[in-house]
């Protein structure tokens, strides 16, 4: 293994004190067992428990460790970015604090160093999940791959190892409307995977908001694709020409046909119809007006309120490996 390269291993917590210092002890051991130049990003996404507290105790402790404070709970996907933006190493690691498991930081980094920009690492099986989620999960990816082109395996973690050259393009991409499982397949460089179980660290999973989670899902598929919008046009224009025939339909009744049931039970269900119709077409379109006005906006992704550091980054190297 090259050990000139340097090493950025990142992850993104949220009042994780139970488990940040079990997670740094592990993660430094592999590190420092594995390699030359590393260090370790923690991305403290608004946590309001004492884990900056740990982290900077720690940090007295051990070298290689940065963390940088957000201001406030951003989106995953923001916080995400913050990771990539603040990580100098030549191979980039993304991993989860508690499902993702160090000990296969060094298969991954070796995968990447074979030649692959992106290894992801995937999941063997998805039992720690209920069968709601399996299959919601599923559905979600389905439709995803056929409105946005993308095939994303559901097995697919978000503990990926990114080379140099992806993360300088990934760092380009600004926008607000974020997915980085979609990301990471639109920039197009050579992937490949590796197996691996999931650990729970804490011994429980973070529960999700099943509302959010639909929003979301949602927002991430009409942003990602215009097939949607173009739908909902065709739809549009389709029913406007049922509309203009029922328009001469009735005009034609009123010409050749002398007593003309009133027929309510076919004009409400036709108006039923319709207004079903309309407001589905109005409704994936708001979607798309608001992913205009988040990309409207200006200013920074993210906003970081405080940065600290162990006493000695880098061993035996004094470059930085920034665009």
């Known amino acids: 293994m ?5 090493i950025s291993v990142a992850t993104v917590i949220n009042n994780d004190s139970s488990i940040i ?9 592999i590190l420092a067992n594995n390699f030359t130049n590393y260090e370790l990003v923690i991305i403290d996404n608004g946590s309001v428990d004492n884990s900056a507290i740990i982290i900077k105790e720690l940090q007295s402790n051990y070298s290689n460790i ?5 201001s406030k709970k951003y989106d995953e996907e923001f916080a995400t970015a913050a990771a990539l933006d603040n990580c100098i190493g030549d191979a980039v690691v993304l991993m989860d604090t508690n499902y993702d498991p160090p000990s296969l930081i060094p298969l991954l980094i070796e995968k990447c160093l074979a030649g692959y920009d992106l290894v992801i690492a995937e999941r063997n099986n998805r039992d720690d999940e209920s069968f709601l989620e399996k299959i919601s999960a ?29 993360v300088n393009s990934l760092v380009q ?12 397949l639109e920039v197009g460089y050579k992937h490949t995977t590796v197996k691996y179980n999931r650990i729970l660290r804490a011994g429980k999973r973070k529960k999700r908001n099943l509302l959010y989670s639909a929003s979301f899902a949602l927002e991430v598929i009409c ?8 739908i909902a046009s065709f739809t549009g224009l389709f029913t406007s020409f049922l509309n203009l025939m029922y328009v001469v339909y009735v005009l034609l009744i009123a010409l050749f046909k002398k007593d003309v049931a ?10 039923s119809v319709m207004f079903f119709l309309m407001f589905m077409i109005m409704t994936v379109i708001s979607f798309y007006i608001s992913s205009v006005l988040r990309e409207t906006k200006k200013g920074p992704l993210y906003y970081i309120t405080d940065e600290t ?15």
Not at 66 to 70: F, G, M, P, T
Not at 309 to 323: M, R, W
């Open 173 to 184: 991409i600004r926008d607000r409307s974020r997915y980085l499982k979609y990301l990471k």
């Open 309 to 323: 550091n162990s006493s000695v980054i880098y061993k035996n190297i004094d470059k930085k490996n920034v665009v």
């Open 262 to 271: 009133e027929g309510w039970t076919s004009s409400s269900l036709f108006s």
């Open 2 to 6: 090259n050990h000139n390269i340097i």
């Open 21 to 29: 210092q079990s997670y740094i002890n592990e993660t430094l051991k």
């Open 66 to 70: 940065r963390l940088i404070s957000l």
């Open 138 to 166: 599923k559905m979600f990816y389905k439709i995803s791959s056929l409105l946005t082109g993308y095939n994303i395996n559901p097995n697919y973690s978000d503990y990926v190892v990114f080379s140099r050259k992806m």
């Open 223 to 230: 942003t990602n694709s215009d097939k949607l919008l173009r």
